[in-house]
DNA sequence: CAACATACGGAACGTTGTTCCGCTTATCAA
DNA sequence: TTGATAAGCGGAACAACGTTCCGTATGTTG
C-alpha cells in the first residue's frame, strides 16, 4: 500500500539523518582537502579529516569522481547559467565566449589537479566527465555556434573539443613552471579561433 | 683508446658484461612495453618481459623516467637537429615554427600516455624535464625569435610556455575521444601566435 | 520498548613503486 | 686454471594507495 503517507510515489525513503549528517560532513571535509592537497588526496585522509570510516565514503560516494562533482556542483552550475548571460550581455558572441573561456578557466585553475583529474581518462573519473564535461560543453557548443554564425570564428570546431583544449591547457597548470601561464595559451587558442 | 691507456684516474671502469647486456635487454623490452601497455606499464611487466628482477631495472634506471629518457633518446635527437634544418628550408621561419611542431606533436602523440607523463609534475618525472623539455626547448626558442624578428608572430611567447601549451594539448589525446584530434587543437594555437 | 533495517568503522586485500640483502657470476691477477 | 674480489642479480619485503567486506552500532518504526 502507499509505502509511506506520501499519496505518490515515493522514490524517495528519506535516509537515516545520521546518514546525512555524515554526507555534509564529508562534503565540507572534502572540499577542505582539496584546496590543501588537491583533488587527488587519499581517501583516507578525506575519511580521517572528516572523523568517518573509509567505507562511510565509498557508500556515500562510490567514486573519487562523484564525491567532486558534488562538491562542485555549485560552481560548475553557475558557469553553466553564466552562458546565455554572457551571450545576451557582451558586444559580439566572440566576445563573450572568450569572457565565458576565462570563467572556465579561471574555475579549472583554482582546483588543484581538477584538470588533471578530468583528462585523466581514468575509469574511476567517469562520472566527472559526465556530469562536468556534458554539462558544460552544450553551453560551450552554443557560444561557439553564435560566433559561428556571426562569421567571427573558422568553422568545424565543437564544443567538447575546444572545452577538452582548454582543460588540457590548464592542466599542469598549478605546480607548473612560472614561466607556463595558462590563461595566456587559451588566450592563444582563442585567438585561434577567429584567424580565418 | 682513452678507455684503457688513459693514465690517470680512470671515470669509466667498463662495467660488466652481462650488466651491459641486461641494459640493452631492459631498454628492449621497455620499448616494446611502452608500446603495448604505454609509459605508465608497471615495473613488474617490463622486468618480466626482459627476464629480470625488478632490482635490475633500478640499478640501470633509478628513475622510471631515465629508462623512458633512455628508449626514446634518439628520437629527440632527431627532433631537435630538424629544427635549424627547417629553419634553412622553409620559406619563412614561422613556416618552419609550424612544421617543427607538427613533428613534435607526432612524436608526442605516438607514445602512450608519455605527453602526460611530462606533464605530470611527479617528481619521479624530474629527469624526463632535464633530458626532453630542456633539450627541445632552446630549438623551439630558436624557431621562436626567427619568427619573431620577421615579425610573423606576437612577441612575449617563450619556448618553454609554447612546448609546455603543445605537450598539454596533447595529454589525453590517445584514449581521448575520437572528438579530439589533438594535431588540430596545436594548429589552433599555433595560429593564434599570428594574431595581433 | 523491541525488532529491524540502515549505516558505520576499520581490518583486510590487491596493486602499484621502491628498497634491501644474500647469493651468483664476471673479471683479473697469480 | 684457479681463487679472490667486487659487481651485479633476483625477488622478498615494505610502504602507500584504492577498494571491498562484514561484524557491530544505531536510527527508525510499530
Known amino acids: ?3 509511506l503517507g506520501d499519496g505518490s510515489k515515493s ?16 562534503l565540507d571535509a572534502a572540499a577542505a582537502a582539496f584546496v590543501t592537497s588537491g583533488v587527488d588526496v587519499p581517501v583516507r ?4 579529516k572528516a572523523g568517518v570510516g573509509v567505507g562511510t565514503i565509498y557508500r556515500h560516494f ?3 569522481a562523484d564525491l567532486i562533482v558534488a562538491v562542485y556542483q555549485h560552481q560548475v552550475e553557475a558557469c553553466v547559467q553564466a552562458g546565455p548571460a554572457l551571450l545576451a550581455s ?21 582546483k588543484h589537479g581538477l584538470a588533471k583529474a578530468m583528462q585523466s581518462g581514468d ?7 559526465g556530469s562536468f564535461i ?3 560543453v552544450p553551453v560551450c557548443g552554443q557560444l561557439l555556434e553564435a560566433a559561428g554564425a556571426a562569421g567571427e570564428i573558422r568553422p568545424g570546431i565543437g564544443g567538447f573539443e575546444l572545452m577538452f583544449a582548454v582543460g588540457n591547457l590548464c592542466s599542469g597548470a598549478d605546480y607548473g613552471d612560472a614561466r607556463y601561464d595558462a590563461r595566456r595559451m587559451v588566450g ?6 577567429r584567424a580565418d
Open 123 to 129: 575509469s574511476a573519473y567517469q562520472s566527472l566527465h
Open 1 to 3: 500500500m502507499a509505502d
Open 62 to 64: 562510490p567514486t573519487r
Open 134 to 136: 556534458d554539462r558544460l
Open 11 to 26: 522514490p524517495a525513503p528519506r535516509k537515516r539523518a545520521d546518514a546525512r549528517r555524515n554526507e555534509k560532513t564529508l
Open 45 to 48: 585522509d578525506i575519511a580521517a
Open 90 to 110: 557582451s558586444s559580439t558572441p566572440y566576445a563573450s565566449l572568450a569572457a565565458w573561456i576565462d570563467l572556465f578557466v579561471d574555475f579549472l585553475v583554482t
Open 188 to 193: 592563444l587558442l582563442v585567438a585561434g579561433l
